[in-house]
């Protein structure tokens, strides 16, 4: 990119996606200051050259530019001693923190353990107070009653069972979202339940499905360039043309709520 500078580039590529530098910082987890500063192409905040590389591969991707040609830039322009092993290390563990959630796996483990500690509970408990069955005394031997002859009746139909009288409609089974991308480019950031599958732009004729069991979150760049189907609704487009918009789709609901 000739005659533009590494921060020019990154400023140029976030607007045309339709993003804001807060926007970016929430997604890629760098400060907006940084982020600010580096389109400025003030590296001096980075903490060395080694981040401020990292920082720039993280930025281009997120707003859908190849951070090579980026790269190569700056390898021209900010020449210092190779990097120790050590400095590698931390920056490859702090971007490994940046992206890393909360731990579902231990929560969902001790939540499991609750609930197996009370199952248990319930059913030690159900046989301690189970009735003990009556038995006949033997020295008091039962005498077999003369049965009484009843007139005869006919056949009561049998009442219908609750399944026979109320259909069974089983609940949803999750929520699926079409997302397509017609008239124009847009940037899309998607959350499945509470992991980020998808963050960057869309090219015009793009479509993609998201789905999950509880929830489906979307940040909409370009709104007026994206349609979507819920749950096999057409909701139409999301929004009007250049406007962002975030979205929060569960089972059953076919028009989303603000997220």
């Given at each position: ?6 921060g ?20 890629t987890r ?12 003030d590296?001096s905040?980075?903490?060395g ?12 991707r ?7 040609p980026?790269?190569a830039d ?5 020449r210092?001693p190779a ?5 590698v ?6 971007s ?7 731990n579902?796996s231990?929560a969902?483990?001790v ?6 500690a ?11 107070d189970?009735p ?22 006919p ?9 026979d009288?109320?259909a069974v409609?089983?609940?949803?089974s999750?929520?699926?979202?079409v997302l397509?991308?017609?008239g124009g480019?847009?940037?899309?950031s ?5 992991e980020?599958?998808?963050s ?8 993609r499905t998201?789905?999950?069991?509880e929830?489906?979150k979307?940040?909409?760049g370009n709104a007026g ?16 043309s250049?406007?962002?918009v ?8 076919p ?5």
């Amino acid at each position: 990119m000739p005659n533009v500078s590494i921060g020019e580039a990154l400023s140029r590529a976030r607007q045309d996606a339709g993003l804001t530098t807060q926007q970016v910082a929430e997604s890629t987890r760098i400060r907006r200051t940084l982020v600010e500063a580096i389109e400025r192409d003030d590296f001096s905040m980075c903490g060395g050259d080694v981040y401020a590389r990292g920082h720039i591969t993280t930025l281009a991707r997120t707003i859908g530019v190849d951070p090579a040609p980026l790269l190569a830039d700056f390898a021209a322009s900010h020449r210092e001693p190779a990097s120790t092993a050590a400095a590698v290390f931390e920056l490859e563990h702090s971007s490994r923190a940046e992206r890393r959630g909360p731990n579902w796996s231990a929560a969902m483990g001790v939540a499991l353990a609750v609930v197996v500690a009370v199952v248990g509970f319930q059913v030690v408990t159900n046989r301690s107070d189970a009735p003990v069955e009556a038995r006949p005394s033997p020295s008091a031997p039962a005498v077999p009653a003369t049965p009484t002859p009843e007139p005869s009746a006919p056949a009561a139909t049998p009442a219908p069972t609750p399944t026979d009288a109320i259909a069974v409609v089983p609940a949803p089974s999750g929520v699926t979202v079409v997302l397509s991308v017609a008239g124009g480019k847009s940037w899309v950031s998607a959350t499945q339940g509470a992991e980020q599958v998808f963050s960057g732009l869309l090219d015009d004729g793009t479509e993609r499905t998201f789905s999950d069991p509880e929830r489906v979150k979307l940040t909409i760049g370009n709104a007026g360039a994206v349609r979507l189907v819920v749950n096999g609704v057409d909701l139409g487009t999301a929004g009007g043309s250049g406007e962002v918009v975030r979205l929060t789709f569960g089972p059953g609901d076919p028009t989303g709520a603000a997220g």
